[in-house]
């Protein structure tokens, strides 16, 4: 079982940045690929990042390719995502998300995933 907790969401003009944190529990983690999703208003929720559990490959939605970045520290059981430039359209909620089998096809979607945080707001101002 992991529990999944994200911070660091907030309201920012565009063209600023934040910076994620999930802090997940449970022994496990280094095992798990991680994930973040978003969800606005009205949408469906959709991909952003994944990072499997080595730390070395990830994965990006091309609409955040070049402004954000998932990293991960295993040693705290924590995962972030560090986004750059944004823009008014990145204004959603954002959760994390931990599975032990995806693959680059399947990190996409979001029933690929075993765990899901409760979410923060991104809220970009233009």
């Known amino acids: 079982q992991v529990q999944l907790v994200e911070s660091g969401g907030g309201f920012v003009q565009a063209g600023g940045s934040l910076r994620l944190s999930c802090a997940a529990s449970?022994?496990?983690?280094?095992?798990?690929?991680m994930g973040w999703f978003r969800q606005a208003p009205g949408n469906e929720r959709e991909f952003v990042a994944a990072m499997w559990w080595s730390g070395g490959s990830t994965y990006y939605a091309d609409s955040v390719k070049g402004r954000f970045t998932i990293s991960r520290e295993n040693a705290k059981n924590t995962v972030y995502l560090r986004m750059n430039s944004l823009r008014p359209e990145d204004t959603a909620v954002y959760y994390c998300?931990?599975?032990?089998?995806?693959?680059?096809?399947?990190?996409?979607?979001?029933?690929?995933?075993?765990?899901w945080g409760q979410g923060t707001q991104v809220t970009v101002s233009s």
């Open positions: 998300a931990a599975s032990h089998t995806i693959t680059r096809t399947s990190a996409p979607s979001t029933g690929a995933y075993d765990y």
């Open positions: 449970g022994r496990t983690f280094s095992s798990y690929a």
